[in-house]
T-cell receptor, first 117, second 111 residues
Framework: GAVVSQHPSRVICKSGTSVKIECRSL??????MFWYRQFPKKSLMLMAT?????????EQGVEKDKFLINHASLTLSTLTVTSAHPEDSSFYIC?????????????FGEGSRLTVL | LAKTTQPISMDSYEGQEVNITCSHN???????ITWYQQFPSQGPRFIIQ???TKVTNEVASLFIPADRKSSTLSLPRVSLSDTAVYYC????????????FGKGTRLSVIA
């Protein structure tokens, strides 16, 4: 079946540094990918829609300069948390719909846990 | 995007059937109903999807009444490994529209 893979699964960084998280669709092409963040015991919150070949669409309240999204190819989207601070510590999850599928099922990555010290 | 309402939590003993109901009063004509399961520190996983009436797969059944303003996920004979958060989502068929997650239902299965 379709698989979406994220890397790294866990990352710890110092405050002020930037962290890049990769999201890959392994056996299908994804012109669109979605990025979510999730705080402990909370639901997923949509951050942005990543579009291959064009700019990402950010949800209200999400800083586009802080969370840089690049959809470099039909199988790769990256989220870069710039100048990370402790409040950016969270679980980041990407997802992608499988084009041409008979359902609107979204495939989710395993998630990336970011801890900013 | 239609808003969904689910119970915050449910408890069940192993071997019982669990039914989780979701309300989505503002569902649009072209919206599908999809349920996802999420374990701690993992991404959500697709369980089942439907448009109307009843859908059944190897892990669950989904019951949708004629007015489509609610849906019920049925998990037969739950086990400890079914302890997770279950999300009901309503959205377009194409999958290109992002899904907005509600608060979900935290199911705890007890031995």
């Amino acid at each position: 079946g379709a698989v979406v893979s994220q890397h790294p699964s866990r990352v710890i960084c110092k405050s002020g540094t930037s962290v890049k998280i990769e999201c890959r669709s392994l056996d299908f092409q994804a012109t669109t990918m979605f990025w979510y963040r999730q705080f402990p015991k909370k639901s997923l919150m949509l951050m942005a829609t990543s579009n291959e070949g064009s700019k990402a669409t950010y949800e209200q309240g999400v800083e586009k300069d802080k969370f840089l999204i690049n959809h470099a190819s039909l199988t790769l989207s990256t989220l870069t948390v710039t100048s990370a601070h402790p409040e950016d510590s969270s679980f980041y999850i990407c997802s992608a719909p499988r084009q041409g599928a008979h359902t609107g099922e979204l495939f989710f990555g395993e998630g990336s846990r970011l801890t900013v010290l | 995007l239609a808003k969904t309402t689910q119970p915050i939590s449910m408890d069940s003993y192993e071997g019982q059937e669990v039914n989780i109901t979701c309300s989505h009063n503002n569902i649009a004509t072209n919206d599908y109903i999809t349920w996802y399961q999420q374990f701690p520190s993992q991404g959500p996983r697709f369980i089942i999807q439907g448009y109307k009436t009843k859908v059944t797969n190897e892990v669950a059944s989904l019951f949708i009444p004629a007015d489509r303003k609610s849906s019920t996920l049925s998990l037969p004979r739950v086990s400890l490994s079914d302890t997770a958060v279950y999300y009901c989502l309503v959205g377009g068929y194409s999958g290109n529209t992002p899904l907005v997650f509600g608060k979900g239902t935290r199911l705890s299965v007890i031995a």
